[in-house]
């Protein structure tokens, strides 16, 4: 923050390069930003003394690459070109935006209608199963393995489970197995129990000769059984497969046995034997998950998080669901006080790639990221792990136990105050899908530990158990708390009832046990006649409740007055188990039904006024200069708020692209009127195209008016963004009263003549209001004819046209209200355009033609004759009387009439041109303090000697015209219809005087346009630029015009001595050869020869003629002539023109 206070008088002419001819005291300069501040908002005083008046306020915007240097990205000039609004913030007015806030929100449901009941609801799956009776046993065999020595529960005995048992080919083949189809399986039970609901029993072949609970086997399973199975008795049960297994005789043959059920207890007890070695792994833990549908979170609280500084390792299982995956979406999010971006990881974004972000300076994040496969974010379960080590450098992620991704050089450290799991902290992102087991740990965890412990639940065994800062392992059935497992730590309060998704026991995926016990098994091979009956089961998952969260206006503004939690009725789907298929749904009646609306309400915060809208330019290559370039802008209208201590602040993200350095400049003196008020209609803010239209934003408004008002105005400042809203012009309009428009605007800006080019970017393309490297337009729209003071009126502001998508709008909209006329009879000068070094008047300069001054009528009575007095300082003075009509501060610029370069000649003295304005309506001026004003300038070239101007068209030669005006705009030479991709050298043969080229290009894209080669439009390039003739075939360039210059160039030079002494004076002929060098034909453009007698030759290098052509009193005043030069090999020839008063000779190429 900067609270800095600059005052002093203004004493350099330089500063502005026009300054009124006033005394030092009377400018009072108040210095906020400097180029060399970090910061781009403080506290700064302005003058507050209520006796002292101020004429105007002027702002001086300075902005300059930084540290002056040219370069690409973050040398110099920054890149890309970004809005750059300047803003006062009068803390003793306020705004408001109209807002609405639905009186309902509920948790995963975006209609208006939403239907309930308090009873749960489900969501059902429908399971295929197999009953299968052996109707004729044709033969069997079997081949038994265990001794009943042992005894264990099936697949460990809980609600749940699932076991993977190991037997290995060498005891199949000693118990009698054969290879081919396994047929059954007979288990011999010791107690009976409970149905075991869903029993599946699936098999494999295998290499492995141990299992291992860190990696039990996933897939390649071959299902033989299916049926959620009884054990009503003691003794031998039977398994029929509904398909056989096939063994090849020499793998290790692997079982998989799992069963949901419905009871936690009383499963039967198997006859069991210790097979010697680890082949059983089991998993019998209970395992939910949280489930996310786009809301909903779960915030860890922030006490675990203050540990975390340069390492930390996050860890969880993730499931993304299919239908929706991948999307933009947020598995986790933290964030530090200042409410930057700490921890992110995108799982995946939108591309299918997977973002880790982690620790920030301020200044922006570390990141990493990669492309991952769909199997690897949706579908299935995937543990993923995440760390950094900021003292390293090293960011890694880690899936399914291995190195993934890394990255080096990745050293911000991480401030951390709050962690979101299942989205954003801000919500703007969410996750779809399920998340297990959330591990947080303050270290950096290596791919041994991160791999050894991902599917066992943690405990003071694992290495760096002292740094779990966070551990949720969610397997709470139900309820709003998270359980935070990690020592010491707090629990978790779920926000916005995500769902607790059951783990069924054919998808248990960690939390297995290693041992030696396995069930007794007989493997049976058989023939059969078979009945397979399929039986149809359908099962359910209770849904996530809905979170009700009813809101009210307390104080004006939206407050939450009940929370109450219930299902959605109506359709709850079902699902096919195999296929995954929406089959038809089960209905819920409803009990009750909340129709959501909109609550009404304004915030309300300090008036923010923007004083400037700017955007900045495309950095790449772009030069500034070492003083960079200062704009100035007439900002007395916010004089009531430019007093006393006031925060000005730079925002909207291109603040930081350039150095700045602004000051305001109070000159003082009587305005042409008080400001008395300034207020925002709307407060500054961006709205989209559809939101405009309906009013959702910029809603019609009621504004009061003072009564002492004596003229009304509304500024309104408008720029175009998303690539319709910035390339597609459209019209805008204010709106009085309900009246038909009584203001209608296009807001549209042409880029082409940007006096800062070129840019490192598409800089030239018309926008909507604004280009890159200037100052916003601002519509100054009258409205006291429609408004009566002291009392209401009614606003509104919109866009015509038809919908447009990706359009939206940055809008300031201001009221300014001034008194009476201070002055009867007044005219002020307000800017001298020509000659002049401001950069807003960059493409009319240097000049030495006619100059260019703004006048103001600034008094009561309409302006219809003034006398100007003008003058280099030191020069000739000069005087011209104007008349016109000018209402009340209407303004013209007044080109001022010149006695040709004599004017420009003043000795030694300074460049500094100097004019004042005297007798309005030939009477006394009534405040003569702004009748003067001098400016700096810079002096036009001058050429010597012979000069030529020498150009190439590119493929668009039709865009082109040409140009060369005198003193007082009479065009001399012009050239308006030229060919593609041709030079042309026309000779300048013009009497001493001071000359503007005019170069057109209606394109507006100049010569030369970078753009066209990238996107391979075949456009070519030229170029412009005048060159000295030192002797018959060498010429020397001495100005060259940039080719990417836009619209057109403009440009002024001396042609100094005397004419020819054949030639008479006030006379110029223009000679051009195309193409030069040429292949074949010539053509040869005379130009100011109408009236003489014309013998135009060619001849070789050796002098010898070998063509000619004459014409007898030429009667045109542009004559082209032909000559074929396809015969003459190559080599230079001369062209010699002879019009009986001069001779001239040019030079061609042929090749």
Not at 702 to 709: H, K, M, N
Not at 860 to 880: C, D, M, V
Not at 960 to 966: A, F, L, P, S, V
Request: charged letters at 20%; proline letters at 5%; hydrophobic letters at 40%.
């Amino acid at each position: 923050m900067i609270h800095s206070r600059f005052l002093f008088p203004c004493l350099l002419l330089c500063w502005l390069g026009v300054m009124p001819f006033a005394a030092a005291q009377d400018t009072l300069v108040v210095q906020t930003l400097t180029l060399d501040s970090d910061a781009r908002s403080g506290v700064f005083e302005f003058p507050s003394d209520d006796a002292q008046q101020y004429e105007k306020i002027l702002m001086r915007y300075r902005m300059r690459c930084h540290d002056a240097a040219v370069g690409n990205g973050n040398v110099g000039c920054r890149e890309w070109d970004y809005s750059c609004n300047t803003f006062i913030t009068d803390s003793t007015q306020v705004d408001s935006n109209r807002a609405l806030h639905p009186d309902f929100i509920i948790s995963n449901f975006s209609g208006s209608t939403f239907s309930y009941t308090s009873q749960p609801t489900y969501t059902y799956r429908q399971y295929e199963q197999h009953q299968v009776n052996y109707l004729n046993t044709i033969s069997e065999t079997s081949a038994a393995i265990g001794d009943a020595s042992e005894a264990m529960p099936l697949a460990g005995g809980k609600r749940i489970g699932r076991g993977q048992y190991l037997f290995t080919a060498a005891e199949l083949s000693a118990a009698g197995l054969n290879a081919g189809p396994v047929t059954g399986l007979q288990l011999q039970v010791n107690t009976p129990g409970v149905d075991a609901g869903f029993l599946r029993i699936r098999m494999k072949g295998t290499a492995l000769v141990a299992l291992d609970p860190a990696a039990p086997e996933p897939d390649g399973w071959t299902e033989v059984y299916f049926l959620s199975t009884a054990f009503p008795a003691a003794g031998t049960q039977r398994f029929h497969y509904y398909q056989p297994f096939d063994w090849d005789g020499a793998s290790n043959l692997l079982i998989d046995v799992s069963y949901t059920a419905a009871d936690d207890a009383g499963h039967a007890v198997l006859a069991a034997h210790d097979a010697g070695f680890d082949a059983a792994i089991v998993s019998d833990l209970a395992d939910y998950s949280l489930f996310f549908e786009g809301a909903g979170a779960l915030p860890v609280p922030p006490a675990s998080l203050g540990a975390i500084s340069d390492a930390v390792t996050v860890s969880l299982w993730v499931k993304g669901t299919p239908d929706i995956m991948p999307v933009n979406s947020t598995v986790f999010e933290g964030k530090d006080d200042a409410g930057n971006r700490q921890l992110n990881a995108h799982l995946p974004w939108g591309n299918g790639q997977v973002y880790w972000d982690c620790g920030n300076d301020g200044g922006g994040y570390d990141r990493i990221n990669k492309q991952a496969d769909e199997a690897d974010y949706e579908g299935r379960w995937n543990h993923w792990a995440f760390t950094k080590n900021a003292a390293t450098g090293e960011m890694k992620i880690y899936l399914n136990g291995a190195l993934w991704h890394s990255g080096a050089g990745k050293t911000k450290s991480i401030d951390l105050t709050s962690l979101h799991f299942g989205g954003a902290v801000t919500g703007n992102t969410a996750y779809f899908g399920a998340i297990d087991e959330l591990r947080i740990w303050n270290a950096e965890l290596d791919e041994a530990s991160i791999r050894d412990w991902m599917r066992r639940p943690l405990d003071s065994g694992h290495p760096n158990y002292a740094n779990l800062v966070a551990y949720f392992r969610l397997d709470e059935n139900g309820g709003m708390t998270a359980v935070n497992s990690a020592p010491g730590a707090q629990d978790a309060a779920i926000a916005g009832a995500p769902g607790r998704e059951p783990v069924r026991g054919r998808d248990l995926y960690k939390n297995f046990s290693a041992g030696h016990l396995r069930p007794d098994m007989t493997f049976l091979q058989g023939e059969y006649e078979v009945e397979d009956i399929t039986v149809t089961v359908l099962d359910s998952v209770q849904n996530a409740p809905r979170q009700v969260i009813a809101y009210g206006l307390i104080n004006g503004l939206p407050a939450a007055v009940d929370t109450f939690f219930v299902y959605q009725s109506g359709d709850m789907p079902v699902f096919d188990d195999l296929t995954g298929a929406q089959l038809a749904p089960v209905n819920v009646l409803a009990e009750n039904s909340l129709d959501i609306g909109n609550l009404v309400y304004y915030n309300t915060f300090p008036a923010k006024f923007e004083i400037l809208s700017l955007v900045t330019p495309y950095g790449n290559g772009l030069d500034l200069g070492s003083q960079g370039k200062v704009f100035t802008f007439d900002v007395s209208d916010y004089a009531p708020i430019l007093r006393g201590k006031k925060r000005l602040s730079v925002e909207m993200g291109g603040e930081n692209q350039e150095e700045l350095d602004i000051q305001f400049l109070f000159i003082k003196g009587t305005p042409p009127q008080k400001v008395l008020n300034v207020q925002n209609v709307w407060p500054f803010r961006r709205g989209g195209f559809a939101a405009i239209q309906d009013n959702s934003v910029f809603e019609p408004r009621t504004v009061q008016t003072l009564p002492d008002g004596d003229r009304f105005k509304v500024r309104s400042s408008i720029t175009g963004h998303g690539q319709n809203g910035e390339f597609v012009p459209r019209t805008h309009y204010l709106n009085l009263n309900d009246a038909p428009n009584e203001f209608e605007y296009e807001v549209w800006k042409k880029c082409g003549e940007n006096p800062i080019f070129p840019q490192g970017g598409t800089w030239l393309f018309d926008r909507a209001g604004w280009c890159p490297g200037m100052a916003t337009d601002v519509h100054e729209l009258d409205i006291t004819p429609y408004v009566t003071a002291g009392n209401p009126v009614d606003i509104d502001y919109g866009v015509l046209g038809d919908f447009m998508s990706d359009a939206n709008y940055l809008v300031s909209c201001q009221l300014v209200t001034y008194g009476a006329p201070e002055h009867n009879l007044d005219a002020a000068v307000v800017d001298v355009i020509r000659p002049s070094q401001k950069v807003e008047h960059e493409r009319f300069n240097p000049a030495c033609t006619q100059p260019v001054v703004k006048i103001r009528n600034t008094g009561a009575t309409p302006l219809t004759s003034l006398t100007f007095i003008y003058s280099l300082q030191g020069g000739q003075e000069l005087s011209y009387s104007w008349t016109g009509d000018l209402a009340f501060m209407e303004s013209e610029d007044v080109a001022l009439p010149v006695n040709g370069p004599l004017f420009w000649v003043n000795g030694n003295n300074p460049q500094v041109f100097e004019v004042s304005i005297a007798g309005p309506n030939g009477m006394a001026d009534e405040y003569p303090a702004n009748n003067s004003m001098r400016a700096a300038f810079t002096k036009a070239t001058e050429f010597s000697g012979e000069t030529v101007l020498n150009y190439k068209t590119n493929s668009r030669g039709e865009e082109n015209t040409m140009y060369i005006r005198d003193h007082e705009g009479n065009i001399v030479l012009e050239r308006t219809v030229m060919d593609d991709n041709t030079v042309y050298t026309d000779a300048l043969n013009m009497p001493p005087g001071c000359y503007t080229l005019e170069f057109l290009d209606t394109g507006d894209d100049g010569l030369y346009y970078w753009y066209w080669d990238a996107i391979n439009l075949n456009v070519g390039s030229g170029y412009l630029r005048f060159r000295r003739k030192l002797n018959a075939t060498a010429f020397i360039t001495v100005k060259n015009f940039e080719p990417e210059f836009g619209s057109y160039v403009y440009f002024d030079f001396f042609i100094p001595g005397f004419v020819d002494a054949h030639e008479p004076a006030g006379t110029a002929t223009l000679v051009g050869l195309r193409p030069n060098p040429a292949t074949g034909q010539l053509t040869v453009d005379l130009v100011g020869f109408e009236g003489r007698d014309l013998s135009v030759a060619l001849y070789d290098a050796r002098g010898r003629l070998l063509q000619t052509q004459q014409m007898a009193q030429n009667p045109e005043q542009q004559l082209s002539l032909r000559f074929d030069l396809s015969a003459y090999p190559a080599g230079a020839y001369f062209v010699r023109i002879d019009d009986g008063i001069q001779v001239k000779t040019r030079t061609v190429m042929k090749q």
